[in-house]
Each structure stands twice: as structure tokens, then as C-alpha cells.
């Protein structure tokens, strides 16, 4: 299995290499690709040395799977190029999520759909992945209304300026900055650009990307994406009005049941999610689980999950798991 990572010397791409040794992928060749600045540089997987190649040499060396994380242009005009020249790609940017002629997988819902066929699959949003990785199994046995989400986003999520930002702030370094105001100390509602409608790309995302992972359309999503001054790990303020009724319980056993998904839920014990438990760990965590006790039908929760992996990284490598599993590369 000849794979390439796209964007290697990225926050991602890193966490990519990461996971997929941990994970053990079966991999005969590996080009780790970043762009023309970054050719020549010296990497590490599995305590061997990777000289960083270019993507017109990528291209050429025909991988099996190639996953980018490099960036919506950069996947907009190279991803087709791979594709034609026999690979699949599996993308982290945004530039074919919403593509209808493009799948949008989260293996452990979706990953059915996929085909030989489909040479380019997008990886949603990291707040979509957690997020739907919860609704999921909800909305098969409730039937999913509304969905209202705040989330508390870390700068991890905007990328590596983001991160010596909210560093130097604490350190009281003057420096580069990622966001027109300071982050320690503060919360940003404010990820990603807005739009003409008054939501930002990100709020918009977690509006549109559920509706077509889960193939439905019959309910909404209306969100607020904050950016919060931690270094790792996204959270969510998630509530839920379905049209069947549920019992608490029986919410909790249905997440519990979820692959992927862990509950941390016991306020006697101030037993619930946060970024600092999530950190480098795949799991999807779920608490505060409680019924929204102003209208019939409504559940609220807190997700938390660390957006470099499931978020981003662990998602992709699971959708190469697949294909490899299924003989579909």
C-alpha cells in the first residue's frame, strides 16, 4: 500500500503520521508531500528518515491513498490531478465537503456509501465530526427536530499561528497575531470568516455538513462557533428537540452503545467532558446529559473530542482503514 500524506509538515499532517503508525496502517511506501518551501526537509515515521517531496512528484509516483490536509486550494487543484492518475484521496479541507457529486464519511455512520469509484472523499469539519458522532444514534431512534449548538473551539483548530499566539499572550510575548484581538484571557465568537448572512463559514458548516452525512434534510441546525483560549480539544453545548419522545436512560445506553463515543456523565462525581481528558485520545465524549426542562421532546448535552484526531486526522486514517478493509483501493 503506497500511501502519501499531503501537507506533512502541517499541525495535522503531523497528528496524521502520528495515528497512522500508532494504528499500525499497512503501508509498503510512504511520500510525505508538503509544498515547494517545504522540499528537502527531513521527517520521521516509525524511527525512519523521509526526505519531504513535491506534489507534482506525488502525483507522478501514483499512490494508492493520498490524505491532504494542506489546504482548500491546494486540494481544489491537486486532489483531481491524483485522482486521475489512480488514487484516492481522502481530504481534511473543506473544498469538496459539500460537493454533491463528492461523499462526506464518518466511518462510523457512513462509511457503507463508499465505493471503488470514489476517488475523492471529503473528511467533515472537525465540530461536525464529534457532533454527529452523538446525533447519530439519537436521531435513528428519536427522530432529530432542531439542533441549537454553541461551541468552544480551540486555537488548535485555526492552525499553528494560532497556537504560538495564545502562547506568547501568556508568556507576554508580543508577537505574529492569528486573530484581530488577543485570545488569553478572552472568547472569540468569531471562527473562520462570516458571511453574508451574519454566520461565520464555520457555523455554516455545522449547519449544512450533518444534513448530508446523515442523509436527511427534514431537520436544522443553528450554530455559534467560539474560539476559546485552549490549546487542544473542541467542546459543544448541543441541544436537541426530537419528535419522539425518550427517556434519559435509554439516551445514555444508546451512547454508550456507539463505537467511538464514550459518556462521562455523573454530576455527583463532577464526572464529565473536557478538553484536557480528551487530549490525544480518539474518543467522542459525551455528559451533562439532560433533559431541556422548557419544552417537550428536548435533550441538552456536552461534547467534547479532540479536533486533531477524530477531529481531523483519526478520521481520515479510519476512512483509509475501510477502504483497505474492503478492498475499494
Known amino acids: 500500500m503506497k500511501v502519501a500524506v499531503v501537507g506533512a509538515t502541517g499541525m495535522v499532517g503531523e497528528v496524521m503520521l502520528k495515528v497512522?503508525?500508532?494504528?499500525?496502517?499497512?503501508?509498503?511506501?510512504?511520500?510525505?508531500?508538503?509544498?515547494?518551501?517545504?522540499?528537502?526537509?527531513?521527517?520521521?515515521?516509525?524511527?525512519?528518515?523521509?526526505?519531504?517531496?513535491?506534489?507534482?512528484?506525488?502525483?507522478?509516483?501514483?499512490?494508492?491513498?493520498?490524505?491532504?490536509?494542506?489546504?482548500?486550494?491546494?486540494?481544489?487543484?491537486?486532489?483531481?490531478?491524483?485522482a486521475e492518475a489512480?488514487?484516492?484521496?481522502?481530504?481534511?479541507?473543506?473544498?469538496?465537503?459539500?460537493?454533491?457529486?463528492?461523499?462526506?464519511?464518518?466511518?462510523?455512520?457512513?462509511?457503507?456509501?463508499?465505493?471503488?469509484?470514489?476517488?475523492?472523499?471529503?473528511?467533515p469539519n472537525c465540530s461536525t465530526i464529534q457532533l454527529v458522532m452523538a446525533l447519530a444514534p439519537l436521531h435513528e431512534k428519536f427522530n432529530m427536530k432542531r439542533v441549537v449548538i454553541s461551541t468552544y473551539q480551540s486555537v488548535s483548530g485555526t492552525g499553528v499561528k494560532a497556537v504560538k499566539q495564545l502562547e506568547n499572550e501568556i508568556a507576554g510575548i508580543k508577537g505574529e497575531m492569528a486573530y484581530p484581538y488577543p485570545i488569553s484571557r478572552n472568547a472569540l465568537p468569531h471562527c473562520d470568516v462570516f458571511l453574508d448572512n451574519g454566520y461565520t463559514k464555520e457555523e455554516m458548516k455545522l449547519a449544512r455538513e450533518p444534513q448530508k452525512i446523515l442523509n436527511d434534510r427534514t431537520f436544522?441546525?443553528?450554530?455559534?462557533?467560539v474560539r476559546i483560549p485552549t490549546a487542544g480539544g473542541h467542546s459543544e453545548s448541543v441541544n436537541v428537540e426530537f419528535h419522539n419522545e425518550f427517556q434519559l436512560n435509554e439516551v445514555r445506553q444508546l451512547l454508550n452503545d456507539t463505537p467511538g463515543v464514550t459518556v462521562q456523565d455523573n454530576p455527583d462525581t463532577n464526572t464529565y467532558p473536557m478538553p484536557l481528558?480528551?487530549?490525544?485520545?480518539?474518543?467522542?465524549?459525551?455528559?451533562?446529559?439532560?433533559?431541556?426542562?422548557?419544552?417537550?421532546?428536548?435533550?441538552?448535552?456536552?461534547?467534547?473530542?479532540?479536533?486533531?484526531?477524530?477531529?481531523?486526522?483519526?478520521?481520515?486514517?479510519?476512512?483509509?482503514?475501510y477502504l483497505v478493509a474492503n478492498k475499494l483501493v
Open 277 to 321: 481528558y480528551a487530549h490525544d485520545k480518539d474518543e467522542v465524549f459525551v455528559g451533562r446529559i439532560r433533559r431541556d426542562e422548557t419544552q417537550p421532546n428536548t435533550l441538552n448535552m456536552w461534547i467534547v473530542s479532540d479536533n486533531l484526531r477524530k477531529g481531523a486526522a483519526t478520521n481520515a486514517v479510519q476512512i483509509a482503514e
Open 220 to 225: 436544522s441546525v443553528s450554530a455559534t462557533a
Open 20 to 82: 497512522l503508525a500508532e494504528r499500525n496502517f499497512p503501508i509498503t511506501e510512504l511520500l510525505l508531500v508538503a509544498s515547494e518551501r517545504s522540499i528537502g526537509k527531513k521527517l520521521h515515521y516509525n524511527n525512519k528518515e523521509y526526505s519531504v517531496i513535491g506534489l507534482e512528484d506525488a502525483v507522478t509516483a501514483q499512490p494508492d491513498i493520498a490524505i491532504f490536509s494542506a489546504g482548500g486550494s491546494t486540494s481544489l487543484e491537486w486532489a483531481p490531478k491524483f
Open 86 to 123: 489512480g488514487s484516492t484521496v481522502i481530504d481534511n479541507s473543506s473544498a469538496w465537503r459539500m460537493d454533491a457529486t463528492k461523499k462526506l464519511i464518518v466511518p462510523e455512520i457512513n462509511a457503507k456509501e463508499l465505493t471503488k469509484s470514489d476517488k475523492i472523499i471529503a473528511n
